[in-house]
Nanobody, 119 residues
Framework: QVQLRESGGSSVQPGGSLRLSCVGY??????MKWFRQAQGKEREEVAQ???????TYADSVKGRFTISRVDATNTLYLQMTSLKPEDTAMYYC???????????????WGQGTQVTVSS
């Protein structure tokens, strides 16, 4: 059973940085994704990384966010820099046990960690 758990969410000023972590996947054959959902808005996929380390990003975060994984510790990261108020949302990690990511919703989800960007 895969139980994902995010951490690292916090309140930060615009221009600041945060690093989110997600633990709980149990081997390296996973497509891992970060999603976010702001209050009153639809869920948005932020970034994904496949088993081989290939990454893709939403246009809204490209150049500011970096997704990475350390399979030795089964930890997924999202390094967020140059944060903007519009980045405020609940952030979720999600996993699907496939080598390559696809369009569908992952099977496993964490409970989320709140990121608030405000002055």
């Amino acid at each position: 059973q895969v139980q994902l758990r995010e951490s690292g969410g916090s309140s930060v000023q615009p221009g600041g940085s945060l690093r989110l972590s997600c633990v709980g996947y149990n081997d390296n054959i996973y497509c891992m994704k970060w999603f976010r959902q702001a209050q009153g808005k639809e869920r948005e996929e932020v970034a994904q990384i496949n088993t081989y380390g290939r990454t893709t990003y939403a246009d809204s975060v490209k150049g500011r966010f970096t997704i990475s994984r350390v399979d030795a510790t089964n930890t997924l990261y999202l390094q967020m820099t140059s944060l903007k108020p519009e980045d405020t949302a609940m952030y979720y990690c999600a996993a699907e046990r496939v080598y390559f990511c696809n369009e569908g919703d992952p099977k496993y989800w964490g409970q989320g960690t709140q990121v608030t960007v405000s002055s």
